[in-house]
Every structure is written in structure tokens, then in C-alpha cells.
């Protein structure tokens, strides 16, 4: 098993452009979400999806799209990169969906850079 | 709205000796994460709280959870340099339709001197 996979894990986009951000899972984990981590803040979520087909927006949505297609894949999408996105962004997946559930699982995280 | 609150943010201290970090939160969940991040890395799983009274130990690292405080605490015994590293707890809580989600404390960035 891969685990979890995040492309790229370094990205420079300039004020406007639009990007994708990658996020795979091989272990058939129902439960996917998006974090950004900034400096002196943790990691807040911004989208997360229950299953394909599902998705729902977490504490800091704003500017990310996201779709589910199929359960291993769960990109996110920068629609016009304002440098306030410049951040650090981790994909995470979780076995279960309800109220049992054990650890999530993280990617190795995607450094952007806005500028 | 849940919050998570860690402290202390910061916290240096020599070799050998002891400390806590806490960890409170505002409002009911019965599981709590601690993880590791060293820099420039990604998250660690240390150590899952899944009840009340739940108690685990990893090495130098004992962690703790008190649902009716909403509070957990990560002990450290006897501090080594290695242990220097950023750690975050995080809770669950249910979403309702959504399913469950993970709201992350501001992190404690741990520095262990020789």
C-alpha cells in the first residue's frame, strides 16, 4: 500500500492561476478531507467528502473546489490563487464513516506558494 | 462552533525533566489524536483516545483524555532532544450526515536542550 499520496509537494503559482492539488488513497478509506496549515494556526479544514459523490465544506472553504469521483481520488481545486493561499495543504483519509472510526491517515503535504 | 485549545504554544526545557501539554476542547467528543510533526514533515499518529479514562503510553510520551473536563493531557517524562517536534491533538466530532470530523489544536512546538 501507497497510503496516502499528494502531488506536487512543491508549488509555485502566480496571483490568478489556477491549479489542481492531488490527493490518492489505496486503502479504500470511505472518509477524505483537505487541511491547510498556516504559521501559529494548525490545521484548519477546508473540504471534506464522506464517500464519491459527497462533499461538504469544512471551517475555511473559500476559493477550493473539490469533487469526489471515485473513492480513492479526492483533488482540490484553486479557481484564481490570491496569495492569502500560500500555505501548506494536507490530504487526510480515514477508514470509517460514522461515529467509529481509528486514526487518519496524512500525505506528505504540498507547500504553495502564491505570489 | 468547536474550539481547541492547546498550551502552552511554546515550550522549551532541558533534558531530563518533566512536563504537560494540555488540551482542552468545547464541546462533547469521546476521541482524541495526538500526532507528531517535525519540520517541513507531515503528521505522525502518536496516540488515539477513544473513552473517558483512556491512558496511553509510547515511550517517554503518556497521553490521557477526560471527557467530562474536556481535557487531555500529553505527559513527558524525562525529556530527550529527540522529542523536539511540533505535536497537535485533535477531536472528533460527528457531522451529522457528513460523517466525522477533525478540528486540530494551534499545536505545541516542543524544544528539548541538551
Known amino acids: 500500500n501507497a497510503g496516502v499520496t499528494q502531488t506536487p509537494k512543491f508549488q509555485v503559482l502566480k496571483t490568478g492561476q489556477s491549479m489542481t492539488l492531488q490527493c490518492a488513497q489505496d486503502?479504500?478509506?470511505?472518509?477524505m478531507s483537505w487541511y491547510r496549515q498556516d504559521p501559529g494556526m494548525g490545521l484548519r479544514l477546508i473540504h471534506y467528502?464522506?464517500?464519491?459523490?459527497?462533499?461538504d465544506q469544512g471551517e475555511v472553504p473559500n476559493g477550493y473546489n473539490v469533487s469526489r469521483s471515485t473513492t480513492e481520488d479526492f483533488p482540490l481545486r484553486l479557481l484564481s490563487a490570491a496569495p492569502s493561499q500560500t500555505s501548506v495543504y494536507f490530504c487526510?483519509?480515514?477508514?470509517?464513516?460514522?461515529?467509529?472510526?481509528?486514526?487518519?491517515?496524512f500525505g506528505q503535504g504540498t507547500r504553495l506558494t502564491v505570489v | 462552533e468547536l474550539k481547541v485549545e492547546q498550551n502552552p504554544l511554546f515550550l522549551s526545557m532541558q533534558e531530563g525533566k518533566n512536563y504537560t501539554i494540555y488540551c482542552n476542547y468545547s464541546?462533547?467528543?469521546?476521541?482524541l489524536y495526538w500526532y507528531r510533526q517535525d519540520p517541513g514533515k507531515s503528521l505522525e499518529s502518536l496516540f488515539v483516545?477513544?473513552?473517558?479514562?483512556a491512558v496511553k503510553q509510547e515511550g517517554r510520551l503518556m497521553a490521557s483524555l477526560d471527557t467530562k473536563a474536556r481535557l487531555s493531557t500529553l505527559h513527558i517524562t524525562a525529556a530527550v532532544h529527540d522529542l523536539s517536534a511540533t505535536y497537535f491533538c485533535?477531536?472528533?466530532?460527528?457531522?451529522?450526515?457528513?460523517?466525522?470530523?477533525?478540528?486540530f489544536g494551534g499545536g505545541t512546538r516542543l524544544m528539548v536542550k541538551p
Open positions: 487526510a483519509s480515514i477508514p470509517n464513516v460514522g461515529r467509529e472510526h481509528t486514526e487518519a491517515f
Open positions: 486503502m479504500n478509506h470511505e472518509y
Open positions: 467528502s464522506v464517500g464519491a459523490g459527497i462533499t
Open positions: 464541546t462533547t467528543s469521546d476521541r
Open positions: 483516545l477513544l473513552s473517558n479514562g
Open positions: 485533535a477531536v472528533v466530532t460527528w457531522g451529522g450526515n457528513a460523517g466525522n470530523m477533525l478540528t
